[in-house]
Structure formats: structure tokens, C-alpha cells
């Protein structure tokens, strides 16, 4: 099995910033694609931004120039460095990886979930 572990949500002022990470664990051979979605109340799922095994990455348009989407391969987490944030970025963030397990198997693993909350 492969885990998913994010941290860094809570509550931040419109104008802040917040770091957001996601460690995977388990049996994990390799891991390809690596991202961040988010679901705001009453609104469906998103991709947020999303980060290749190769470097390349590309955002939403609302994360454009404020969001940046990083990885540490070396240990298996994916960040994502929130700036300027808006009271519209508030949702709940889940982090999202297509990983080879130890068996080979092609898989794709979702987070839990963390909320980001933007307001005064």
C-alpha cells in the first residue's frame, strides 16, 4: 500500500501565504505524476497544479503566479507554496500521486484532505 500524509493547512489572512506538503510513504517503486486539488463548499474538485517526474508542471489559471508546486524526490513529497492568498482559495486541499508500487502496479492515491481557510 501507499500513504499519503499533507500538512501546513489552517487559517491565513487574505494577503498570506502557506506552505502545503504531502509525504508519501508505503511500498512505493517510483513515483510519476505528483499534484494538488482542491474542492471548495458546493463546488466540484479541481486541479490545482500538478508536477511531472521530470520537473515540468502546470497550474490552474487561478494559481497562476501565486502558487508554486515543487517535489523532493528523495523524499517522496510534493509542496505546494501558497501565496497571496484570496478568501476564494479557501477549500480543502488534497494532494494526489500516480505511483509504481513494489509489485508494479500502476496506482493513483489521494490524501485525506487539508483545509485552507482565507478570511479576516
Known amino acids: 500500500q501507499v500513504q499519503l500524509v499533507e500538512s501546513g493547512g489552517g487559517l491565513v489572512q487574505p494577503g498570506g501565504s502557506l506552505r502545503l506538503s504531502c509525504a508519501a510513504s508505503?511500498?512505493?517503486?517510483?513515483?510519476?505524476?505528483m499534484g494538488w486539488h482542491r474542492q471548495a463548499p458546493g463546488k466540484e474538485r479541481e486541479l490545482v497544479a500538478r508536477?511531472?517526474?521530470?520537473?515540468?508542471?502546470n497550474y490552474a489559471d487561478s494559481a497562476k503566479g501565486r502558487f508554486t508546486i515543487s517535489r523532493d524526490n528523495a523524499k517522496n513529497t510534493v509542496y505546494l507554496q501558497m501565496n497571496s492568498l484570496k478568501p476564494e482559495d479557501t477549500a480543502v486541499y488534497y494532494c494526489?500521486?500516480?505511483?509504481?508500487?513494489?509489485?508494479?502496479?500502476?496506482?493513483?492515491?489521494w490524501g485525506q484532505g487539508i483545509l485552507v481557510t482565507v478570511s479576516s
Open positions: 494526489n500521486i500516480n505511483v509504481y508500487d513494489m509489485n508494479l502496479r500502476y496506482l493513483e492515491v
Open positions: 508536477i511531472r517526474g521530470g520537473g515540468t508542471s
Open positions: 508505503g511500498s512505493i517503486f517510483r513515483i510519476n505524476d
